[in-house]
């Protein structure tokens, strides 16, 4: 069974639409985050969810808005998409809000905007 | 924040070889993880080594805290042993994000 899990796997779009990545994580964790990484493979945290409240928010541009409808699901919307924002996504989730647990990633999202 | 870096960011192997992986970071943690990004994007964990020695199969891996920096030693590589190696760290005071070094990039040939 995949622990974490995203969809779509693929996305690719044109500038200026709005799109959404969807998170599913079946662990039983409390806490869950989305990470972008670049064309240059850099790994930078966008968000983070603990019992669906938002505690990590980065500086990223608020045309990203993540949403946690429950512990279990942690979906982010992106709203008149840009060139620069082709990268691959991963949706990962911990046990805890502390920082001592392993985090697990989901398979990524690969966007690529046109 | 805090700095990771990540040596060497390079590296091939001829198949059967061993390496040392390293990863330094400049304030205190208390969480350190290892992953390897195979060549179709997926994050596999390796070790969550905040401190201490952890070894599975050919992989093991050291983490000295108050010297700040942390090894992991790849013994007899495999081809499918290729991809990046990803360093994470959480610092004391950051709450629960995890920064991340650049890696290294391995290629192991056959």
């Known amino acids: 069974d995949t622990a974490v899990s995203q969809t779509p796997k693929y996305l690719v779009t044109q500038m200026g639409n709005d799109k959404s990545i969807k998170c599913e994580q079946n662990?039983?964790?409390?806490?869950m985050y989305w990470y972008k990484q670049d064309s240059k493979k850099f790994l930078k945290i966008m968000f983070s969810?603990?019992?669906?409240?938002?505690?990590i928010n980065e500086t990223v541009p608020n045309r990203f808005s993540p949403k946690s409808p429950d512990k279990a699901h942690l979906n982010l919307h992106i709203n008149s998409l840009e060139l620069g924002d082709s990268a691959v996504y991963f949706c990962?989730?911990?046990?805890?809000?502390?920082?001592?647990?392993?985090?697990?990633f989901g398979p990524g999202t690969r966007l690529l905007v046109l | 924040g805090i700095q990771v870096e990540q040596s060497p960011p390079d590296l091939i192997l001829q198949e059967g070889a061993n390496s040392t992986l390293r990863c330094n970071f400049s304030?205190?943690?208390?969480?350190l993880q290892w992953f390897h990004q195979n060549p179709w994007g997926q994050l596999i964990n390796l070790f969550y080594?905040?401190?201490g020695t952890k070894q599975n199969g050919r992989l093991s891996a050291t983490t000295v805290a108050t010297e700040r920096y942390s090894l992991l030693y790849i013994s007899s590589s495999q081809t499918t042993d290729s991809g990046v190696y990803f360093c994470?760290?959480?610092?004391?005071?950051?709450?629960?994000?995890?920064?991340f070094g650049e890696g290294t990039q391995l290629t192991v040939n056959p």
């Open positions: 990962a989730s911990s046990q805890g809000l502390a920082g001592f647990w392993t985090q697990y």
């Open positions: 662990l039983g964790h409390d806490t």
């Open positions: 969810y603990n019992n669906k409240e938002l505690i």
């Open positions: 304030d205190s943690v208390n969480n």
């Open positions: 080594i905040p401190s």
């Open positions: 994470a760290v959480r610092q004391e005071t950051s709450g629960s994000r995890l920064t």
